[in-house]
């Protein structure tokens, strides 16, 4: 049994949600909480919320014991890119790319 839940255009770039997923990837979801909590990240507050979404979807709609539950699959992907200008010396301008990201976490019980 695995129920999920997706993250679709978050504000904050993929490479820097990664370095976090790495942290939970195949931890039960007690020690996820706390490495999200105690983590110094900005992406730990979008994957803590998306931590407790995945687990209300397994016990709401799979009937799971939450105490079971594991981080089994997660992953980042690009969303689309903000482009933006800055202006540079001599009328030049420069492109700022404001990247943002979909994540997908998926947690399962321990069979």
């Known amino acids: 049994m ?7 255009n978050a504000r904050i770039a993929p490479r820097k949600v ?3 997923l790495d942290l939970i ?3 039960d979801v007690e020690t996820a909480r706390a490495i999200l909590k ?3 990240k900005a992406a730990c507050e979008y994957l803590a919320k998306l931590l407790d979404s995945a687990v209300a979807n397994a016990v709401n709609n799979e009937g799971a014991d939450e105490k079971e539950l594991y981080v089994s699959e997660c992953q980042v992907g690009p969303g ?3 482009k933006r200008i800055q202006p ?3 009328g030049r301008a ?3 790319n404001k ?4 994540v997908t976490l998926v947690v399962s019980d321990r069979v």
């Open 25 to 27: 990837r195949g931890k």
């Open 18 to 20: 990664q370095i976090v």
């Open 80 to 82: 689309p890119i903000l």
């Open 94 to 96: 420069f492109r700022i």
């Open 2 to 8: 695995e129920a999920r839940a997706t993250l679709k």
């Open 99 to 102: 990247r943002t990201s979909n």
């Open 38 to 40: 105690y983590t110094p």
């Open 88 to 90: 540079r010396a001599q």
